[in-house]
């Protein structure tokens, strides 16, 4: 999104500006996740054995994002979002590890230890800013993770049903709740920006694993 987009969507509030941010910025913006190229083509079962174990690579480990968004937040509200996120989010942890069981070794792909760097350095900007010490940042990147994740699960349940793994309904806080949390923290301009900063820059890794993830597909096709 453009500085342009961003700065006409304040008026509007915080949240809903990284709302915004994530249906245009995030997964559900990207080409790849929703696409029969990813789940129905002769590749399909390495394609979503692929998402997966990279999604494990990404948000499989404990602490994550929104873990160790709670060790830095006080607000009685948002404390109240953060544990709802970080009980919801351990089941999606939990069906990402019965996932991975399910698909196997990960297929191999032409350029595969650039793909594994690649992916190990997205996990490090991640848990990055899951560390900042700027407040706001963390908090940022937790929330921009829950509001994208509808459109990771979607992925999920397709790899789920292709697999025979059983996909508990998802138990993590919906948009409202996740939006009125954003307001409640962004009570100045600096945090608002460091939520904004947060959010953009765990969307962005987001999407730049779907386009990894596109690569590896057409890399299969060539090899």
Known sequence: MTQRAVENLEHSGIGETIATMAAQDGSAGHRYPGSEQLATNSFAGRNLADVVHYLCVLHGGHPGVIDLAAEKTA????????????????????????????????????????????????????????????????????????????????????????????????????????????????????VGRAIRFGAEQMLLQHRGLWDLLEAREAAREDW
């Open 75 to 190: 607000e009685p509200v948002v404390r109240d979002w953060l544990r709802r996120a970080t009980d919801g989010f351990g089941r999606e942890r939990l069906l990402l590890s019965h996932l991975v069981t399910a698909a196997g070794p990960q297929p191999s792909t032409s350029g595969h230890t650039e793909s594994e760097n690649a992916v190990l350095g997205q996990r490090h900007a991640i848990e990055t800013l899951a560390r900042s010490e700027r407040r706001g940042c963390a908090f940022g990147a937790a929330i921009a993770l829950i509001l994208d994740w509808p459109a990771i699960r979607a992925v999920l349940d397709t790899a789920a049903e292709r697999m025979s793994v059983e996909a508990p309904l998802s138990a993590l806080p919906n948009r409202e709740i996740s939006l009125a949390a954003v307001d409640v923290l962004s009570d100045s301009p600096a």
